[in-house]
Nanobody
Framework: QVQLVESGGGLVQAGGSLRLSCAAS????????MGWFRQAPGKEREFVAA????????YYADSVKGRFTISRDNAKNTVYLQMNSLKPEDTAVYYC??????????????????WGQGTQVTVSS
């Protein structure tokens, strides 16, 4: 089992920045890709970003490309999401996810085995 705990959410004005963290514990050696998804009220959960096991390969949704940066520190078993130039439409609960699968489609939530409890991000206009 892998446990994921997100932190760093909050309220920020449009144009501002936030940094989300996701700390993993348990069988972390089994983790492959890690990702961030988000869910706004009344909407389906959507992919935000993912990073490969090594941290070399990253993947982003078009809506956040150029504004968000995902990274991971394997020594600390932590993945980060730096969010800049935030917009009101970025308001959502953000979830960290980890996969033990190799060669998956990291844009799709069904490839992830473990999920955090979520952290709220609210961007005011």
């Amino acid at each position: 089992q892998v446990q994921l705990v997100e932190s760093g959410g909050g309220l920020v004005q449009a144009g501002g920045s936030l940094r989300l963290s996701c700390a993993a514990s348990g069988r972390t050696f089994s983790m492959n890709a890690m990702g961030w998804f988000r869910q706004a009220p009344g909407k389906e959960r959507e992919f935000v970003a993912a990073v490969s096991r090594s941290g070399v390969s990253t993947y982003y949704a078009d809506s956040v490309k150029g504004r968000f940066t995902i990274s991971r520190d394997n020594a600390k078993n932590t993945v980060y999401l730096q969010m800049n130039s935030l917009k009101p439409e970025d308001t959502a609960v953000y979830y960290c996810a980890a996969s033990t699968v190799t060669g998956g489609n990291w844009y799709t939530d069904r490839w992830y085995n473990y999920w955090g409890q979520g952290t709220q991000v609210t961007v005011s206009s």
